[in-house]
Nanobody, 114 residues
Framework: QVQLVESGGGLVQPGGSLRLSCAAS????????MNWYHQAPGKQRELVAR???????NYADSVKGRFTISRDNAKNTVYLQMNSLKPEDTAVYYC????????WGQGTQVIVSS
């Protein structure tokens, strides 16, 4: 079955960096786009970044120039490098892919605070 397992979240000071990872299994990883979403307390889940099967990327305006999404098809893993973190980046970050249905990981918490 499809599984997405995120890791790499934590507490970081404003201006710091984190790299999130999402290990995928149960489907042909290289054939599908992968997404990172985040959900802040009391807010809707929002798309942060997307990478297509061919490596094309898209970003939310709020993270452009600070976050980079990448994928390693040999490792069935998608990454989100987050630099220059701000308190408003605090959220649970979810890995997602859409096959016939949407699949989600369990999420990893990112807290940006001094």
């Amino acid at each position: 079955q499809v599984q997405l397992v995120e890791s790499g979240g934590g507490l970081v000071q404003p201006g710091g960096s984190l790299r999130l990872s999402c290990a995928a299994s149960g489907f042909i990883f290289r054939a599908y786009a992968m997404n990172w979403y985040h959900q802040a307390p009391g807010k809707q889940r929002e798309l942060v970044a997307r990478i297509s099967s061919s490596g094309g990327t898209n970003y939310a305006d709020s993270v452009k120039g600070r976050f980079t999404i990448s994928r390693d098809n040999a490792k069935n893993t998608v990454y989100l490098q987050m630099n220059s973190l701000k308190p408003e980046d605090t959220a649970v970050y979810y890995c997602n892919t859409h096959l016939l249905n949407d699949y989600w990981g369990q999420g990893t918490q990112v807290i940006v605070s001094s």
